[in-house]
């Protein structure tokens, strides 16, 4: 039983910022690659950004250089800085992690999402 939760989203105005976080609780051994997806009513899903067990990150063009993805390991804890924020911004943002159990079972794990919207 491995969960994640992501929180952190809400209203903010084109330029705003805001701060999510994924949260993984349950049997975890560790986490290796921590993931950040969005999707747009009527749009497909967007991957926006992943980071590795070590630090090593990645995004999608569309955030790059707005968007700063991190993680806190021993609190099991991903974030998600978004700057400079654009109405082109708003979707339901995911998290999904890579996640090693104890037993040594390896699971894609998926959060509920939190909804960002940008917008005056």
């Known amino acids: 039983q491995v969960q994640l939760v992501e929180s952190g989203g809400g209203l903010v105005q084109p330029g705003g910022s805001l701060r999510l976080s994924c949260a993984a609780s349950g049997s975890i051994a560790s986490i290796n690659v921590m993931r950040w997806y969005r999707q747009a009513p009527g749009k497909q899903r967007e991957w926006v950004a992943l980071i590795t067990r070590g630090g090593s990150t990645r995004y999608a063009d569309s955030v790059k250089g707005r968007f700063t993805i991190s993680r806190d390991n021993a609190k099991n804890t991903a974030y998600l800085q978004m700057n400079s924020l654009k109405p082109d911004d708003t979707a339901r943002y995911y998290c999904?992690?890579?996640?090693?159990?104890?037993?040594?079972?390896?699971?894609?794990?998926w959060g509920q999402g939190t909804q960002v919207t940008v917008s005056s």
């Open positions: 999904a992690a890579d996640i090693l159990r104890p037993n040594m079972d390896n699971d894609d794990v």
